[in-house]
């Protein structure tokens, strides 16, 4: 399937090399300044600076504040002053016709504050976060650099070039918001392909993840409440309690988890909140329940839906109460094209060697994933744990980095995964 000459590899790499720097002072820039999911406007006007510099077409304003609102209702949240539109993109014409290939990065940050440890890499060279509460734990600094260095490299080869490159820069993943905010702009109406890189601190430094199938899972929200009853703690009996009954959830949930559900098919039930107000004294008239459900498998996803309201009704009836159970599917599971994924993983050779690889899918989940409903694609985990440079820490913990000595191939990796795919 591969059709790259070696020459136009060996520029490829070798321009990547040569803007290293200037990829790890950006990814540097933004880290210091991160803004949270739908208000990341100075990392916005940063990305679109860059691309003005390299005369690429940028489009932005591609969603308004009714949009973001429709899907911050969803979640039960309030849309806020900062929220706006800020995701754009760069579009790369080459010179000869073809395909359009979308490369995505996303931009936003953590509600996490970032450890001022004296090993911490960003607090020993001066470009830990300026925004106290606020911080690039995900990598997604590393998106943004590598994809602009990438946006640098194609941009001196258009000639080489047969199609048209679309360079994504998307807000608010964490929150699940931003891919489907991206879409609402229709972007994706003439793209043939799509492709994603995130960094990977389970996977080793210089290794590379790409599955032909199953990437990530499938994400639910879901939330639980049990209502009525309530009373003086001193008298249980003269009333119903909430509170047990929503404990008896969580243990039910988790036994179904491991009984009901095919065991062949990996998935889980995860509580992450429990909430039931009341003074001293008190028995409360509710109790709420929050959390996750993943999977990759529709039909798993609607067995554990159907259990969870069986249990749920049940166990409301044994106490005399009302169960209420919401979900929200935010991400569906991210899965990659067979062709995509073999195209993908051939370029990733180019760069890694045999350091390229199919590994366990994780339970993590990606809004990514909505881009590979509309179009054939490939998400990419790139290892970057490293004990010497203490980059071995999980994503969205305080001490989260990145390996740097990796972002130029970063860049090298979305140059020729764009042009292979284009030129086969």
């Known amino acids: 399937m591969m059709s790259l000459n070696k020459e136009l590899v060996k520029k490829i790499n070798k321009k990547a090399e040569e803007i290293e720097e200037k990829i790890i002072n950006i990814r540097r820039k933004i880290h210091q300044n991160p803004e949270l999911g739908l208000a990341e406007h100075k990392t916005s006007k940063l990305i679109k600076k860059e691309l003005q510099k390299l005369e690429i077409p940028v489009k932005d304003n591609l969603y308004n504040r009714d949009d973001i609102k429709e899907e911050l209702d969803k979640l039960g949240e ?3 002053d900062d929220h706006g539109s800020t995701g754009l993109v760069g579009i790369l014409e080459g010179a000869k016709k073809g395909e359009t290939v979308l490369l995505r990065a996303d931009m936003d940050a953590l509600k996490v504050t970032e450890s001022n440890d004296q090993n911490h890499v960003p607090n020993k060279h001066n470009f830990r976060s300026k925004n106290e509460g606020k911080m690039h734990a995900c990598g997604h600094d590393a998106h943004i650099a590598m994809l ?3 946006a640098h490299v194609l941009s001196e080869y258009k000639d080489e070039i047969r199609g048209r490159i679309i360079f994504l820069f998307q807000p608010d993943e964490e929150r699940g918001c931003g891919a489907k905010l991206m879409k609402k702009s229709e972007i994706l109406k003439e793209v043939d ?3 994603g890189i995130h960094v990977w601190s389970p996977i080793q430094a210089g290794k590379v993840m790409i599955n032909k199938g199953p990437m990530m899972a499938s994400v639910d929200n879901i939330w639980l409440n049990f209502k009525g009853g309530g009373g003086h703690s001193s008298a ?6 909430p509170l047990l009954a929503a404990s008896e959830m ?5 036994k179904m988890n491991a009984r009901k559900v095919d065991t062949r098919n990996p998935s889980l039930i995860s509580i992450e909140s429990f909430n039931s107000e009341a003074d001293w004294g008190v ?3 509710k109790a709420k329940l929050k959390g996750t459900i993943r999977t990759f498998d529709e039909d798993v996803r609607s067995t554990i839906i159907d259990e969870i309201n069986n249990i749920g009704d049940n166990l409301a009836k044994m106490h005399n109460l009302e169960f209420e159970f919401n979900n929200l599917y935010a991400f569906p599971p991210t899965i990659n094209t067979k062709k995509e994924a073999q195209s993908a993983t051939e370029a990733a050779k180019m760069i890694f060697g045999d350091n390229v690889f199919a590994g366990k899918p994780v339970m993590s989940g990606e809004d990514f994933s909505y881009y590979l409903q509309e179009c054939p694609g490939a998400f990419i985990f790139l290892g970057i744990s490293n004990k010497e440079v203490n980059t071995d820490y999980p994503h969205h913990n305080p001490n989260f980095d990145v390996d740097e000595s990796l972002l130029k191939k970063g860049t090298a990796l979305h140059s020729l995964v764009a042009l292979n795919y284009l030129d086969s």
């Open 193 to 195: 392909a799509v492709f």
């Open 148 to 150: 602009l260095g990438a």
């Open 250 to 254: 969580v243990n039910q949930l988790y």
């Open 236 to 241: 249980p009996n003269e009333t119903e309690e």
């Open 283 to 285: 028995i409360p008239d």
């Open 78 to 80: 309030k849309i806020q």
